[in-house]
Structure formats: structure tokens, C-alpha cells
């Protein structure tokens, strides 16, 4: 059982962290593990290796209390409460806990602080990144399930001109050649990621829109 369990082991940490996978050394805070939970419900899913250095070393699991944080991740520090699975495994006489976290079928997934503030995070690469309004609004038109664009309004042509004359460029700046209204910039903005007209993509520590070659 231990060799297979060791297999597996090094089979995942030699993929390293990615998308859908985080190394954690040690669970010192619910909270902290949580938007981990939430980045990767709100994205693809992914699992969590715990008891796992950086370096792909084994530490284990050591205390009850670390296991109680895992759980309170899941259970009481995200909201909607994320369906996460519990997978304890034995490895060179240690505890390795992989926890596997779906994608959430109703984003999004809110991680809270102490305060009970919340924050809805994404995966991108191996970290975790605080959710645009863009996403939120995305989030918003799928559970709507809102129609297909098919014309457009001319709010809809100065954003998509602005997009096209400032490529690569954040939400801000576009919104301000645009000259739209803020809220109606987001919901028309979301609606054209969904659709494949305008890309979103994370790059120089923010997410950055461009027009897809598609679009025109």
C-alpha cells in the first residue's frame, strides 16, 4: 500500500505546482487555504498536496489541528461552500493529505477573511489571483444564461474601438478612451469575453484585454 501511495506521490510532485495543483508545506491558516479552494473552483479545479515542501520533499501532516484547518477551508472560510474531497495517503512514514477541488458549477466561489469579508479569486499558472469585476460580471451573465451578441449597441462599438485602438491594455485605460459609463463598460465587456470577441489574459501583474482576431 505504502509503495503504491509513494508512486503516486512522486508521479504528482513531479508535475510540479501548476494550474491545477499547489504544494503546501503546512496548514497554518484556514483562511489562507481557502483562497487556494476558491482559485481553483472558480477556474478548472485542481488538488492541493499538503504535507508537501516547494521542493517537492515530503513533510507530512502532522497534527489534528492542521486537519481541522483543511476542512474549516472548505466548509467555513469559503461561501458557497466548495465540494472539496479528502484523500489521505502514507508515504515514507509520513501523512500526505490531497485535497481535490472541483470546478464549481455555481461561480462564483468567495473565499472570507476574518472580518467575513469576501474575495473571489482565480488560478492563473501556480497562483492564485484576486477576480476582476469582469469575472464577477461573467460569473453573473452565465447563471443568467444570457443570449448570444448578434448587433451591436454603439456603446458596444466605442468599447470594442477602444479595445482595438489600446490592445493589451487593462480595464481602466480602456474604459476611459471609451468614455462608458463604468458599470456598463464591465456588463459589456464580460459579455464579449464570453462570446470570443475580446480576450482577457493575466500578464505584468494584471489581467490585460485584447480583440480577438475572430472579432472582426
Not at 26 to 38: G, P
Amino acid at each position: 500500500m505504502q509503495h503504491t501511495d509513494l508512486k503516486r506521490l512522486h508521479d504528482l510532485i513531479a508535475q510540479g505546482e501548476h494550474e491545477q495543483q499547489d504544494f503546501k508545506y503546512k496548514v497554518t491558516d484556514a483562511i489562507k487555504l481557502a483562497r487556494s479552494v476558491s482559485a481553483f473552483a472558480n477556474t478548472n479545479g485542481g488538488r492541493l498536496l499538503i504535507g508537501v515542501r516547494d521542493d517537492g520533499h515530503l513533510s507530512g501532516v502532522r497534527s489534528e489541528e492542521e486537519i481541522y484547518m483543511m476542512h474549516a477551508a472548505a466548509w467555513k472560510y469559503c461561501k458557497p461552500e466548495s465540494a472539496i474531497k479528502f484523500e489521505t495517503l502514507h508515504a515514507e512514514g509520513r501523512t500526505i493529505v490531497i485535497a481535490t477541488v472541483p470546478p464549481s458549477a455555481n461561480r462564483p466561489v468567495f473565499a472570507l477573511n476574518e472580518e467575513g469579508k469576501q474575495t473571489a479569486y482565480v488560478r492563473v499558472n501556480d497562483e492564485n489571483i484576486v477576480a476582476t469585476a469582469v469575472h464577477l460580471e461573467i460569473w453573473k451573465q452565465e447563471r443568467a444564461k444570457t443570449g448570444t451578441v448578434t448587433t451591436f449597441s454603439d456603446d458596444e462599438r466605442k468599447l470594442l474601438q477602444a479595445i482595438s485602438a489600446l490592445p493589451d491594455s487593462p480595464l481602466n485605460r480602456i474604459i476611459k478612451m471609451s468614455g462608458i459609463n463604468r458599470r456598463k463598460a464591465i456588463i459589456i465587456m464580460a459579455k464579449m469575453v464570453r462570446f470570443g470577441l475580446v480576450q482577457m489574459y493575466f500578464a505584468e501583474h494584471s489581467f490585460l484585454f485584447r480583440e480577438c482576431s475572430n472579432s472582426n
